[in-house]
């Protein structure tokens, strides 16, 4: 059986795994626009970007999978939804961009920023919330309970040396 410190390493509170995705994402983004001048030095920016993209992502969830949400290596079906989420978190950000170019005629650099920034944050809490309840969640389903959550029922199986016939052979312990 593992201890309590196991398994709450297994499944991280909210605030520690809101910390824990920030600095690691942020990490890979940092690394990521590095590595994007980088190989856009040698390849096409539109080519490296992707390329990186790719490989940013797929290291932010194995990274996250691993200590962000407390569990193992992930799934390939966390890497697609994973991927997924990213992609609506960059979808978002474009949309507030284009809808900043439709309101305003020639927004400034503070306030594309301030746009830009905000919706960043407003995806990265969406993708935060759908990574831990969605596609991390077996990870989560290892913690011990808390305050306030149901404990699972145990069954146990009665052994009788009752005639051949019906039996009751389990009940809620």
Do not use: D, K
Not at 69 to 97: D, E, K, L, N, P
Not at 99 to 127: C, I, K, T, W
Not at 130 to 144: E, G, I, K, P, T
Request: glycine content about 6%; overall charge positive; aromatic content about 8%.
């Amino acid at each position: 059986m593992e201890s309590a410190h196991s398994q709450e390493q297994a499944a991280p509170a909210a605030f520690t795994a809101f910390a824990r995705f920030v600095l690691l994402g942020g990490g890979v983004g940092i690394a990521s626009s590095v590595a994007v001048a980088a190989l856009a030095s040698w390849i096409p920016w539109a080519l490296a970007n992707a390329l990186i993209t790719v490989v940013s992502t797929l290291l932010a969830t194995e990274l996250h999978a691993r200590f962000t949400f407390g569990g193992g290596r992930a799934t390939w079906r966390q890497h697609a939804q994973s991927a997924g989420s990213a992609a609506i978190a960059y979808a978002v950000t474009c949309a507030a961009m284009l809808l900043l170019q439709q309101l305003v005629a020639a927004p400034g650099a503070v306030l594309e920023q301030v746009v830009y920034l905000s919706a960043s944050a407003f995806a990265g809490v969406a993708r935060f919330t759908v990574l831990r309840l969605l596609v991390f969640a077996r990870n989560r389903s290892q913690a011990a309970p808390t305050a306030g959550t149901a404990l699972p029922v145990r069954a146990t199986v009665a052994r009788t040396a009752a005639p051949a016939g019906p039996a009751v052979l389990c009940h809620a312990a």
